[in-house]
């Protein structure tokens, strides 16, 4: 399918979905709800599985009064539409990797930072401790967090070994995120924006060369096809959000609004809990396709480091004091 068919495509899907949605909260508290969802990430992905569990226990728990489709892929709305549709109202309901939210907001770019999470249990603290300053940012926007979800530990994706950040010099290096540019910039290469629906046509045409990114990642992209290498850095846990449009939220009678937060808590539990397999079966995907899986040089560890101190000092220069408070509580432990 062209690119102009599928985006023809999409946008006659946005047109049945809105002439089709059911306005939530209407009528009584009895009556079948129906609600929309988007994510730009494909079928059998983790955060999808997550969000299509969370939807069919909504269903169930509900007596099948709320009913919530999913548009996964992109087929609906790229990755990058999907915040503003929710806001907006179009869907009700969005997956999307928080430190690609636009506009940019500190609050959303912390675990954007390399090297401040290196485990999950950093990355779990970390999640405690800025969640209130995330949700009440996102309120001011009109959404809702119902929970979320990280990736496993990010790598490094190449066709050659790097042992050190002067390796990735010249490189073109596929960056989502404003802080992936930096990160990019500070090592040398040339940030490519490149969203994920794209990727593979992006590394097939060598706008992209390298990308730091997750094994779960690298095996949906069929990365072995363009990088023989995989280095394990575990540079960070970024997180997908699943929002509500707050008001979509709150015209749903309160049996519902709590029923959607319960389960909302279980599926990111239960999320949490099971990352450690998720990404040990991507790692093993890799290596069975004929990928190098190793982990890094203690050269590239502290390349590492310091680009992240530095990125770490520019984030509190824009995230003042607040966000210095809350990387202070971080590393007392």
């Known amino acids: ?3 102009t068919a599928t985006t023809t495509t999409r946008r006659g899907l946005g047109a049945s979905v809105l002439g089709a949605m059911v306005l939530a909260g209407a009528g009584p508290a009895g009556a079948m709800l129906r609600w929309q969802a988007a994510s730009g990430w494909p079928e059998g992905n983790l955060h999808t599985r997550s969000l299509r569990g969370f939807i069919e226990q909504v269903r169930a728990e509900s007596g099948g009064t709320l009913q919530i489709q999913l548009h996964s892929g992109g087929d609906l709305l790229r990755s990058g539409e999907v915040r503003q549709a929710v806001q907006s109202g179009q869907v009700q309901m969005g997956d999307i990797l928080l430190g690609a939210a636009t506009p940019r907001d500190p609050a959303f770019e912390l675990d954007s930072i390399p090297m401040l999470v290196r485990n999950l249990e950093q990355a779990r603290r970390l999640a405690a401790l800025s969640r209130p300053w995330v949700e009440q940012r996102l309120q001011r ?18 066709s050659f070994w790097v042992d ?6 010249g490189t073109r290096m596929r960056a989502l995120t ?3 540019e930096r990160l990019a910039d500070l090592a040398g290469a040339m940030s490519a924006r490149i969203e994920r629906e794209d990727l593979p046509q992006a590394f097939a045409t060598r706008l992209a060369t390298t990308m730091i990114a997750s094994s779960v990642t690298g095996g949906e992209l069929e990365a072995w096809r363009f990088a023989k290498f995989f280095t394990t850095l575990s540079s960070g846990f970024p997180k997908n959000v699943v929002c509500v449009q707050s008001r979509a ?3 749903l009678p309160p049996p519902r609004r709590q ?8 599926c990111e539990r239960q999320g949490w809990d099971g990352l450690p397999a998720e990404g040990a079966a991507a790692l093993q995907v890799l290596i069975e396709h004929g990928m190098t899986v190793r982990p890094p ?4 560890v502290s390349d590492m480091e310091r680009v992240g101190a530095i990125m770490s000092e520019e984030w509190v220069g824009r995230a003042g004091p607040q966000g210095q408070r809350l990387l202070d509580a971080y590393r007392e432990r």
Not at 147 to 158: A, D, Q
Not at 164 to 169: A, E, H, N, V
Request: glycine fraction near 12%; aromatic fraction near 8%.
């Open 297 to 300: 040089s203690p050269k590239l």
């Open 164 to 169: 050190s950040l002067d390796g990735l010099r």
């Open 1 to 3: 399918m062209t690119k």
């Open 141 to 158: 926007d009109g959404l809702t967090l119902l929970y979320w979800l990280p990736w496993p530990g990010l790598g490094l994706f190449s």
């Open 178 to 180: 404003p802080m992936g």
């Open 259 to 266: 029923l959607l937060r319960e389960v909302a808590e279980r």
């Open 249 to 251: 939220l709150e015209a």
